[in-house]
T-cell receptor, first 115, second 111 residues
């Protein structure tokens, strides 16, 4: 079965430190992988994606993610965290069974950046 | 201009009522979705729709029905509202690059 796992419900990081939000996936074919961010009382915003090509992808707000096929992971990273990065982060993978390109979503990871 | 908009932002209603949530997009995307986000922030796809195909998540009660008057709109109609329908509902569209664009959400409270 296709699935996405975000093993941490919450990640706490001090401002200025590097951050990592973890995501692992399980799909039978080539994955299309995505990260989204949700600020309080807002809709989700697209951050970055991996479809093909370079394993390291760069996205909005200084975030990047590394696709690791052998570990089936797509961890989100940022070299230096800002308090404004505090939000809920979702990893998603395209559902290969669906012709409308539905996404299978992780449960979300709450990122808290402390000043 | 807001790319994906939803109305209303808040909706409070009583059990048994019928309500609709409207979604409009000005991105020209062909595919639109409705999601339900519960109190634990878990996202559940309810429907996906393009001008050719409606795909319904099999776990969605048939009290929920999407209606698309034109390519820019995908409204969500809910009959006989129940307490468990209380949630935030998001409309989204999909670009040709596969990423999705979300509306601001509609917080539905059923009393």
């Amino acid at each position: 079965a296709q699935s996405v796992a975000q093993p941490e419900d919450q990640v706490n990081v001090a401002e200025g430190n590097p951050l990592t939000v973890k995501c692992t996936y399980s799909v039978s074919g080539n994955p299309y992988l995505f990260w989204y961010v949700q600020y309080p009382n807002r809709g989700l915003q697209f951050l970055l994606k991996y479809i093909t090509g370079d394993n390291l992808v760069k996205g909005s707000y200084g975030f990047e993610a590394e696709f690791n096929k052998s570990q089936t992971s797509f961890h989100l990273k940022k070299p230096s965290a800002l308090v404004s990065d505090s939000a809920l982060y979702f990893c998603a993978v395209r559902d290969l069974r669906d012709s409308n390109y539905q996404l299978i979503w992780g449960a979300g990871t709450k990122l808290i950046i402390k000043p | 201009d807001t790319a994906v908009s939803q109305t209303p932002k808040y909706l409070v209603t009583q059990m048994g009522n019928d309500k609709s949530i409207k979604c409009e997009q000005n991105l020209g995307h062909d595919t639109m979705y409705w999601y339900k986000q519960d109190s634990k922030k878990f996202l559940k796809i309810m429907f996906s729709y393009n001008n050719k195909e409606l795909i319904i998540n099999e776990t969605v009660p048939n009290r929920f029905s999407p209606k698309s008057p034109d390519k820019a709109h995908l409204n969500l109609h809910i009959n006989s509202l129940e307490l468990g329908d209380s949630a935030v509902y998001f409309c989204a569209t999909r670009s040709g690059g596969y990423e999705q664009y979300f509306g601001p959400g509609t917080r539905l409270t059923v009393t």
